[in-house]
């Protein structure tokens, strides 16, 4: 156990809806990660937050937003799902943002768009 | 961007040796070990800092080539619970944090 959660463990939507994944770091862990892993793209850095502020993103679409709360939770919202946004979504989360951290990953949030 | 991982897949015996390797195009800043197996998250291994310092615990150990960024992920004497996806990822000079992962390497240790 990471100590990271994720909830829910699993998400089954249609099309064109809208859906929030949520994340609670380790405790003390001030950065969060999001990341996606498909069969065809593999594990894919989506966005991170410290300490409630934006700090990197990676390949995320304009339809995904996210944010981090005061109480370092954070939140991934997926929008106007398509069938290509079926993943499963990881949260990771480290101490700081200092260069060679271990990222702890928590269980994932398998999403199945129909 | 993404880092090269070879090979994509190796099966073994129980007690054989494996290597993986992680390569990039890229100056790196470290490189990041994890397992994953099927359905579950990825879990951490090691990390490798730009020094060239190899790491290891138990059986598993790794290296890093800053010259050739190049990493190296061994495991002796393989053990059944060493089954499953291997993936590196990889932290760029300038966009620490930024973790970019290989596609893994699976590997499938038989009794």
């Known amino acids: 156990d990471s100590g990271v959660t994720q909830t829910p463990k699993h998400l089954i939507t249609a099309t064109g809806q809208r859906v929030t994944l949520r994340c609670s770091p380790r405790?003390?862990?001030?950065?969060v990660y999001w990341y996606q892993q498909s069969l065809d793209q593999g594990l894919q850095f989506l966005i991170q937050y410290y300490n409630g502020e934006e700090r990197a993103k990676g390949n995320i679409l304009e339809r995904f937003s996210a944010q981090q709360f005061p109480d370092l939770h954070s939140e991934l919202n997926l929008s106007s799902l398509e069938l290509g946004d079926s993943a499963l979504y990881f949260c990771?989360?480290?101490?700081?943002?200092?260069?060679?951290?271990?990222?702890?990953f928590g269980p994932g949030t398998r999403l199945l768009v129909l | 961007q993404q880092p090269v991982q070879s090979p994509q897949a190796v099966i073994l015996r129980e007690g054989e040796d494996a290597v993986i390797n992680c390569s990039s195009s890229?100056?790196?800043?470290?490189v990041h070990w994890y397992r994953q197996k099927h359905g579950e998250a990825p879990v951490f291994l090691m990390i490798?800092?730009?020094?060239?310092e190899q790491k290891g615990h138990d059986k598993i150990s790794a290296s890093f080539n800053e010259k050739k960024q190049q990493s190296s992920l061994y495991l002796t004497a393989s053990q059944l619970s060493y089954s499953g996806t291997y993936f590196c990822g990889t932290e760029k000079l300038g966009s620490q944090g930024n973790l970019i992962f290989g596609k893994g390497t699976k590997l499938s240790v038989k009794p």
């Open positions: 990771a989360s480290s101490v700081g943002v200092r260069p060679g951290e271990t990222q702890y």
């Open positions: 405790s003390g862990d001030l950065s």
């Open positions: 890229k100056a790196l800043y470290s």
């Open positions: 490798l800092l730009k020094g060239g």
